[in-house]
């Protein structure tokens, strides 16, 4: 889930430390486990308003966008080849902007950072007991549970329908609750149906014939596990680099999906002021009792969505408009 990931670093450490993370992410694994077991569950993570779960999303995204612009003021000599690149990749070959951007940011961090003769990059599995404790339960597994629910699974399903495909949501979120329970000890935060790589496998580019389009996933599958491979390599290279720079980067992936959460945040007019401040309250990063801003966020942009909506309830036919005009006063002309 990359949602998920961009909420992990939005939200920073927890209090229990890594064990509780972990314990957050094999409750979020229960959590969508329920939700495929019990219809009703699912039925509610779809009902909270688009627009809600839309702001806060973007929230989550909005500091790690920002990270560019930090990183072209704090290590100006790294940054400006990562931004020139992506700019130039973006306008002439999109798809290779972002690999492309990643590949200036390396071949910089080993051009101008001086750091250990030798560095360990053989992959180690490294299994972590968990713990739990409220504020990460609270602040991290129960976002994580609603941002995978909201910006994967269900935009997910509905990329499938898009394309021909009924995917059978009650037993896929069963089988993803599970591995995400089986994978948490090992790291894994969340494993979801994806919208974005839905969007790429499931479509004609993939393969014209539809009941081919599966090789696009099997191969996306096994890149991924040969990516992991190199999560040594990843790690030494996020250690001598700026936090910065890695962060910008990422930023840079994520504007896409940061305009899309935002245009879909304030798409209804009577949800963009709740949204707004779902966006502002997440994207805050305050942390009050313990639980993070994308909680509060979700909280605060419900609350304002109900406010107004039996605001809007309470008005009476005949009643003056904020507008200030009386629109039974107004006369009609025929056409």
């Known amino acids: ?24 992410f094999l409750l979020t694994g229960l959590l969508v486990v329920t939700a495929g077991l019990v219809p009703a569950l699912g039925r509610a993570v779809a009902a909270i308003p688009a627009p809600i779960a839309s702001a806060m999303l973007a929230g989550v995204l909005l500091p790690l966008c920002t990270a560019p612009v930090r990183a072209l003021v704090e290590v100006p000599r790294l940054a400006v080849p990562v931004v020139l690149v992506w700019l130039l990749l973006h306008r002439f070959a999109r798809r290779w902007a972002v690999p492309g951007a990643l ?74 609750g599970l591995a995400t329970a089986l994978g948490a000890p090992v790291g894994g935060h969340a494993v979801n149906l994806a919208a974005i790589t839905a969007a790429l496998a499931a479509g004609p580019d993939a393969h014209p014939d539809p009941d081919r389009r599966w090789i696009a996933s099997v191969t996306a599958g096994i890149g991924l596990a040969l990516l992991g491979l190199g999560a040594g390599a990843a790690t030494a290279l996020v250690l001598l680099s700026p936090p910065v720079l890695v962060e910008a980067v990422a930023g840079l992936a994520l504007l896409g999906a940061l305009a899309g959460a935002v245009a879909a945040a304030v798409a209804r007019p009577e949800a963009r002021e709740a949204a707004v401040v779902t966006l502002v309250v997440t994207a805050s990063g305050v942390s009050l009792l313990g639980v993070g801003g994308a909680f509060w966020g979700l909280v605060a942009g419900c609350l304002m969505l109900l406010l107004f909506r039996r605001r809007a309830d309470r008005a009476r036919p005949g009643e003056t408009p904020a507008d200030g005009v009386d629109r039974e006063a107004v006369p009609v002309r025929s056409a």
């Not at 390396?106 to 504020?135: F, K, N």
């Open 1 to 24: 889930s990359t949602p998920g990931a961009a909420l992990l670093v939005a939200t920073g450490p927890v209090p229990g430390g890594w064990p509780a993370a972990v314990g957050a």
């Open 103 to 176: 590949a200036v940011a390396v071949v910089a961090i080993a051009l101008t950072t001086s750091g250990p003769a030798r560095l360990d990059v053989t992959p180690v599995v490294a299994l972590t007991v968990p713990a739990w404790t409220l504020p990460a339960v609270v602040g991290l597994a129960l976002p994580l549970f609603l941002v995978t629910m909201a910006a994967q699974n269900v935009p997910g399903v509905a990329v499938l329908a898009g394309y021909g495909y009924r995917a059978p949501l009650g037993s896929a979120l069963r089988v993803t």
